[in-house]
């Protein structure tokens, strides 16, 4: 285990934490490599597909056929800010959702994984928004209850896991 600076905070943590225990902010690869990879996915699929489309012998034209819901899932995005409310047992937080994408999204699902100080992931609750957030917006969720928390809980880190789109 090798220790390396937060990408925040700039404190030495492991480098096998996810979360950083001093700061909260979440370890991963940064939003850009994550992004590019969906975009290289996207493309990727899209071209199988259409040589897939080419090479079925239905003749005329195209029908392929767009999973909307891997589109949007793509082009969501969820900032936070959270706090332990209820005598410090339950999980409160502050959802922006932007939605990038052409579709309207509904019925997101948001799980949270919460990490103790010393970075181990400790518990985790997942919670559905029934609503709306319509095509190229953004929309606010204030004091949501994500229900109750471990006591030990120093960070955390939600995203959206699962929605639908209106057609």
């Known amino acids: 285990m090798a220790l390396r600076p937060c990408k925040e905070c700039k404190k030495e943590i492991s480098s096998e934490a996810k979360v950083c225990p001093h700061c909260g902010k979440k370890q991963g690869t940064s939003a850009g490599v994550r992004c590019l990879t969906v975009i290289g996915v996207l493309v990727v699929l899209g071209y ?8 079925s012998g239905g003749g005329g034209g195209s029908n392929q ?3 909307t819901k891997q589109v949007a899932l793509s082009q ?3 900032s936070y800010k959270w706090r332990k409310a209820g005598f410090d047992n339950v ?4 959802f922006v959702v932007k939605n990038d994408s052409n579709y309207t999204i509904k019925d ?3 799980k949270c994984v919460h990490f103790a100080k010393s970075g181990t992931e400790i518990d985790s609750n997942t919670r559905t928004i029934y ?4 095509a190229h917006s953004t929309k606010k969720f ?3 209850n994500m229900g109750f928390i471990h006591s030990q809980a120093a960070s955390s880190s939600c ?3 699962d929605l639908s789109t209106v057609q």
């Open 108 to 110: 997101f699902e948001i």
């Open 65 to 67: 056929v767009v999973d």
């Open 91 to 94: 999980m409160e937080a502050d």
């Open 76 to 78: 969501v995005k969820l």
């Open 159 to 161: 995203g959206i896991i």
């Open 142 to 144: 204030p004091n949501f």
């Open 131 to 134: 609503d709306t957030v319509k």
């Open 48 to 55: 199988v597909g259409s040589q897939l489309n080419n090479n």
